[in-house]
């Protein structure tokens, strides 16, 4: 009688033409083992068979165990990375919006606030979805400041800090050099531009200030123009320097602004201040759009120029527009004084984005007059 054929695993024997269970797979259920898988019962060799067996069938148990091991591990990596993406904004342009005006005491209501400070220099870094907006009156700024180096470098040291700044009083009639030398060194600090404004008074005959012009610097990297600026036709001579406009987006979120700026003629201060409600309605027929309008410059608007008194019986005062710098604000660098000559206004209907504070910098050498400011939100409301 010839040997039993037995398959490779020797758990089974041909018996009969029948695949049966050979001693050893008997002894091993005796043991306790796992009844072992049968074996195909084709017409194939027991060679051809058992090079039909799958991969993972060949390994063994502990090469298993590891290739189990590896699969298990990546799929919790993968479930992490799906959790922690689910987590993440859509997208950056609806971040909500970040109000730090309780980092700051001048917290404005109606046109009462608390004394003016310094900002903290830290505060862009503390609220980094701001625009920051100043306005500043350079005192006669022509070919001789353009060319002191050390009076260059301060105002344009000081303009680097915000967002987007207008400037005033440039007197630079011949050979007009001094607002591209100034933009020069602005951009020593960064990528800046610079929307210049046409000379003022052309609307009137026989005007000395007609020399003036006004620009706006703007940081490439927070603020885009949407436009070269326009005039206020100022036909009626309502104005010895005609104010100047412009439009602004901040360049990573939505928010769009109007900048008005201009400098207020000292004797007739009242009148020019109350014609500025004309200047409004101007701004919102240029920008039919637009819905935000922020007014900023040397208006004159405090003292014996214009008192609260005089100021409170003009339009402009009244509950449509919101005054940001109050009166009794020092805007000027004389120690002794306390004269908000300096403003900045919100136009008719206010703007939800005004983040409720303002500030101003009077540590400066090159002007007689301080810087004022104040942080909008960057989204649109």
Known sequence: MSDPVLSPDGFWQLDDGEWVASEKQT?????????????ITNSTSLEERSGNTSFFAKLKPKQKLY????????????????????????????????????????LVSGFEAESTVSE???????????????????EVFGQSKANNQQELSEIAEKISYYDVIAVQEIKDKNPGTAPYILQDEVETYGEYGMILSNRTGV???????????????YNNDTIKP?????????????????????????????YTFVLITLHVKPDDAVDEINALVNVFEWAKFQYPNEDDFILLGDLNADCSYASSSELDELDI????????????????????????????????????????SYSTDCEVEASD?????????AHES
């Open 27 to 39: 002894l091993a259920l005796e043991n306790g083992a796992v009844p072992h898988g049968t074996v």
């Open 67 to 106: 290739i189990f091991s590896g699969v298990c591990l990546v799929s919790i990596c993968l479930s992490l990375i799906i959790v922690l993406a689910s987590l993440s904004p859509i997208s950056e342009s609806h971040a909500p919006v970040t109000d730090c005006s309780a980092n700051n005491t001048n």
């Open 120 to 138: 903290s220099e830290n505060q862009e870094e503390v609220c980094p979805h701001e625009v920051k907006i100043g306005s500043w009156n350079l």
């Open 203 to 217: 609307y009137c005959e026989e005007n000395p200030y007609a020399s003036e012009q006004y620009a706006f610097f």
């Open 226 to 254: 949407l436009e070269e600026g326009h005039h206020y036709p100022d036909t009626d001579c309502e104005f010895s320097r005609e104010p100047f406009a412009a439009r602004f987006q901040s360049t990573e979120y939505d």
């Open 317 to 356: 005062r009244n509950g449509d527009y919101q005054w940001i710098i109050p009166d009794g604000t020092n805007t000027n660098t004389a120690e002794s004084s306390s004269c908000a000559y300096d403003r900045m206004i919100i136009g008719d209907g206010g703007t939800q984005e005004f983040l409720g």
């Open 369 to 377: 007059h301080c810087i004022i400011s104040a942080k909008f939100s």
